[in-house]
């Protein structure tokens, strides 16, 4: 059996997150990824006006005991206008939280070329180099959302960038026609957090529904998952109510959850 032990704010967008913790502590889940906080992804500045300064995020979570795995930013790795500036600012916040990851997306696109691959590797290099001169300890994770849904693609991207951790959506490329233990497979030693989720095919659309009545192939990644067992890495709803208000609330949603893989 594998265990959704943690959710992602974007679930409950409305809540502080001080709420979401509490909505955690209610459900038994240990850890919560923090993406969207009263209706905004603007984490900096909901962090700032909710908390004031880091050191109380930091005790807040030390009282709560709820760990914080990840912070996902709206960055797009491969994207001309991507900026570290906003990203050192979020840093700070990520580890006063003990917070390991900072997410950005891959980037748009059907394919992965050479110059992709070059630009890629030179801003996680340019992170680590920040890292390494101004002691930030979050790392930068690398999540398959667009162009890196196909496993093609994962693959050459995990061959150049082999330290680069990887935020697998494992909904999402498996919606690209991907099968999940091949996809397990390249990615290997990387995987640091998964998102889960499910779906049904309607009219030509992809549309969420609450885990365990789309046709998303649970058991085949809880098989995966327990055959190629990641290391540490969080099992992470990521319940979209942010984008698609329509869908019923996340309650319900880690309700059906816990049985589900």
Avoid at 15 to 32: F, G, K, N, W, Y
Avoid at 68 to 73: D, E, K, Q
Avoid at 87 to 95: F, G, K, R
Wanted: charged fraction near 20%; include cysteine.
């Amino acid at each position: 059996m594998v265990l959704v032990n943690c959710f992602s704010t974007l679930g409950c967008p409305q809540r502080t997150l001080r709420q979401s913790i509490e909505l955690a502590q209610a459900h038994d889940i240990p850890m919560v990824e923090v993406r969207t906080l009263s209706g905004s992804n603007d984490l900096t500045q909901n962090l700032a006006s909710e908390f004031g300064q880091p050191a109380d995020l930091t005790a807040c979570l030390g009282d709560a005991d709820i760990k914080v795995p990840v912070m996902g930013s709206s960055h797009r790795l491969f994207d001309e206008t991507f900026d570290f500036a906003p990203l050192q600012n979020l840093a700070q916040w990520a580890d006063a939280a003990g917070v390991r990851f900072l997410r950005v997306f891959d980037g748009k696109g059907e394919t992965l070329d050479s110059e992709m691959l070059d630009l890629a590797q030179a801003r996680f290099e340019h992170w680590e180099a920040l890292r390494a001169a101004q002691g930030i300890k979050a790392q930068l994770l690398i999540e398959t959302h667009g162009v890196l849904c196909a496993n093609q693609a994962l693959e050459a991207f995990c061959n150049r960038l082999r330290d680069a951790p990887i935020l697998w959506d494992t909904h999402h490329t498996w919606a690209a026609g991907n099968a999940l233990a091949q996809t397990r497979e390249i990615i290997g030693a990387r995987l640091a957090h998964l998102h889960v989720k499910d779906s049904l095919l309607r009219a030509g659309k992809r549309q969420y529904v609450l885990p365990g009545t789309g046709s998303f192939p649970a058991a085949d990644l809880a098989r995966v998952l327990t055959e190629f067992p990641p290391v540490s890495a969080a099992v992470s709803l990521e319940w979209e109510k942010h984008w698609h208000p329509e869908i019923p609330d996340l309650e319900s949603a880690l309700t059906y959850a816990r049985p589900w893989l």
